[in-house]
């Protein structure tokens, strides 16, 4: 469902006793106001309860995650590039693969490799936002233990081997020198 057809599904159209409000708007608001009038094709009061209709959905999502993690899971799903799998899974597939092949680990250092690229086209650059990013697939928890060192406390054992291996080709043309180096349950990043 796009989130247009949610605005109007939950909008209730009842005979409800409306009460008439005078709000001062900025130049800004009253562009943002003119855009979805065209859109929907409705009254500047519906767009206003839309927007708070939005609002309310938007504070509800944000008690469960905060905005910037849902935009990080928005931007990883919206181009059906990326899934969602319960750790379960995740730990029976490395469970299953236990030492791989070579031409599997080959393939996901060079995914960690075509992901450096895509992330500096997103303008994630940084060693610690590069971390940041990656932590919203629940891969492992992120621990930022000086600007030149972050620990990666693994979700589960299996898949250290798969986690290193991404960001060792992630990490192999990066501009500055990082080290990553396994300890149990584990990674630590360091930049020199």
């Known amino acids: 469902m796009d989130i247009k057809d949610y605005i109007v599904l939950t909008y209730p159209i009842?005979?409800?006793?409306m009460e008439r409000l005078s709000v001062s708007l900025d130049e800004k608001s009253i562009s943002t106001i003119k855009k979805y009038l065209t859109k929907y094709n409705t009254s500047q009061a519906d767009i206003i309860r839309r927007a708070?209709?939005?609002l309310e959905y938007i504070e509800d999502a944000t008690e469960?995650?905060?905005l910037q993690d849902i935009l990080t899971y928005i931007d990883y799903l919206a181009n059906k590039e990326h899934l969602i799998i319960d750790i379960a899974?995740?730990?029976s597939i490395f469970t299953?693969?236990?030492e791989g092949s070579k031409k599997f680990w080959d393939e996901v250092y060079t995914i960690g490799n075509a992901h450096r690229e895509e992330y500096f086209d997103k303008g994630i650059r940084e060693v610690k936002q590069v971390l940041g990013y990656v932590e919203k697939t629940?891969?492992?928890k992120l621990n930022i233990d000086s600007k030149q060192s972050f620990t990666l406390v693994i979700a589960t054992l299996e898949s250290t081997k798969?986690?290193?291996t991404f960001f060792e080709g992630f990490f192999s043309k990066y501009p500055q020198k990082v080290k990553i180096t396994e300890e149990?349950?584990?990674?630590r990043i360091n930049i020199s």
């Open 89 to 91: 899974h995740w730990k």
């Open 162 to 164: 798969f986690i290193k």
């Open 14 to 17: 009842k005979n409800d006793i």
């Open 52 to 54: 708070l209709n939005c």
């Open 184 to 187: 149990y349950m584990k990674l």
């Open 138 to 140: 629940n891969w492992y």
């Open 64 to 66: 469960k995650a905060p």
């Open 96 to 98: 299953e693969i236990k």
